[in-house]
Structures are given as structure tokens and as C-alpha cells.
T-cell receptor
Framework: GENVEQHPSTLSVQEGDSAVIKCTYSDSASNYFPWYKQELGKRPQLIIDIRSNVGEKKDQRIAVTLNKTAKHFSLHITETQPEDSAVYFCAAGSGGSYIPTFGRGTSLIVHP | DTGVSQNPRHKITKRGQNVTFRCDPISEHNRLYWYRQTLGQGPEFLTYFQNEAQLEKSRLLSDRFSAERPKGSFSTLEIQRTEQGDSAMYLC??????????????FGPGTRLTVL
């Protein structure tokens, strides 16, 4: 089955800095890579996703890059704000299994 | 609110009791997923439905767990003879369910189960 590793487990930045969270996956058949943000006590919310036919996708301050050869993908948040503080989860899935496998999460702390 | 809803939001029970949770997916979604999440972990897959058919179950889903989606709309997850290790957040998610396509999943707020 798929195995997703996520790093770092905790990331502390100053407001206005950039934050990068990295994930690796094991199944070369995986073709769907979502990122979720989960604030304390709330539901995971999809913030951006990418499918394997593209290498990069941006949405305002958030971007995701995918390297299928190396089997890794990253979340980039620019100009971080205190409200970006949350746990971020990556996941990887393929059309064959329909079930994304989640990483263990990164706790992002943005200091004002 | 047209998102995924779950009830109850919190459940406290004594070891050995049975509990049942309900999930109402987004109305046009064919697929419904159940996950378990413990502190410091990502969601762990339990089972999923395509319409009313339960198509896959994780080995995490012991024989004390059963899930149904009788009319392809809402789903229930029942845990019999609860154990303290069952304490977790139980998340439901739904997706459109296009063939040979991994869904974008939309999560509900979860049911937090505490087994005393």
C-alpha cells in the first residue's frame, strides 16, 4: 500500500516569512495529492490539490509543487499570517484505490 | 449548510457500551468515507461506500465495527462493546465518485468519542 512521509512535524516561523512542508510517497501509481488545513477542534479543510498531469499549482499565497520522478511534493505558503497557524496534512492517492493515504501532519505556528 | 454533517459531535460512553454515529454527506456525492483520527496523527481510513455498497474496509475496522449506508444517502458507524482504545475523532468525508478517479474529499466536523 501507499506510504506517505511528511516533514517537518513542527514548523515555527515569523509573520511574513515563507513556510515549506514536504511530503514523499511510495506508490508510483499515485496521481492525486491534496493538502488539508486543520485548525484545533475543526474539520480538515482542503486548501489546494494537484493531479499528476501538472507540476505546480498556485492559489494566492499557497502553492504546491510535484516531482513525480522523485515521488515528492511540497506545500509553499508565502507571506505567512497568524491565521495560517494550524496542522497541515498532505495525502496521496490513485484512481485504482480511491483512498488517499494521509501524512502525519505538520503543526505550523506563525508568530506575530 | 450544504456541507458534510455529523452527529453527535461528542459522545462519552462507558467501556462495553455500544455507540452509533451518523454522517450526512453532501447531497450530490456518491462516495462516503469513514476515518479515525487520534491526537498527532492524520486521518486513518476505516471504510468507504459507493452509493449503498460498502466497497473497502481497512484492517483497522475490527468485527466490533459496522457501517451502513442503506439508501445511498446518510451513513451510520456503530461500535459495539467499546474499548478505551476506541477513543478518537471519527471523521466522515464525501466525494463525487467519478470512475477511476480519486475524489476530492470534503470532511465533516467529526464525532469525538471518549470511552471511560
Amino acid at each position: 500500500g501507499e506510504n506517505v512521509e511528511q516533514h517537518p512535524s513542527t514548523l515555527s516561523v515569523q509573520e511574513g516569512d515563507s513556510a515549506v512542508i514536504k511530503c514523499t510517497y511510495s506508490d508510483s501509481a499515485s496521481n492525486y495529492f491534496p493538502w488539508y488545513k486543520q485548525e484545533l477542534g475543526k474539520r480538515p479543510q482542503l486548501i489546494i490539490d494537484i493531479r499528476s498531469n501538472v507540476g505546480e499549482k498556485k492559489d494566492q499565497r499557497i502553492a504546491v509543487t510535484l516531482n513525480k520522478t522523485a515521488k515528492h511534493f511540497s506545500l509553499h505558503i508565502t507571506e505567512t499570517q497568524p491565521e495560517d497557524s494550524a496542522v497541515y496534512f498532505c495525502a496521496a492517492g490513485s484512481g485504482g484505490s480511491y483512498i488517499p493515504t494521509f501524512g502525519r501532519g505538520t503543526s505550523l505556528i506563525v508568530h506575530p | 449548510d450544504t456541507g458534510v454533517s455529523q452527529n453527535p459531535r461528542h459522545k462519552i460512553t462507558k467501556r462495553g457500551q455500544n455507540v452509533t454515529f451518523r454522517c450526512d454527506p453532501i447531497s450530490e456525492h456518491n462516495r462516503l468515507y469513514w476515518y479515525r483520527q487520534t491526537l498527532g496523527q492524520g486521518p486513518e481510513f476505516l471504510t468507504y461506500f459507493q452509493n449503498e455498497a460498502q466497497l473497502e474496509k481497512s484492517r483497522l475496522l475490527s468485527d466490533r465495527f459496522s457501517a451502513e449506508r442503506p439508501k445511498g444517502s446518510f451513513s451510520t458507524l456503530e461500535i459495539q462493546r467499546t474499548e478505551q482504545g476506541d477513543s478518537a475523532m471519527y471523521l466522515c468525508a464525501s466525494g463525487y465518485g467519478r470512475p477511476a478517479f480519486t475524489d476530492t474529499q470534503y470532511f465533516g466536523p467529526g464525532t469525538r468519542l471518549t470511552v471511560l
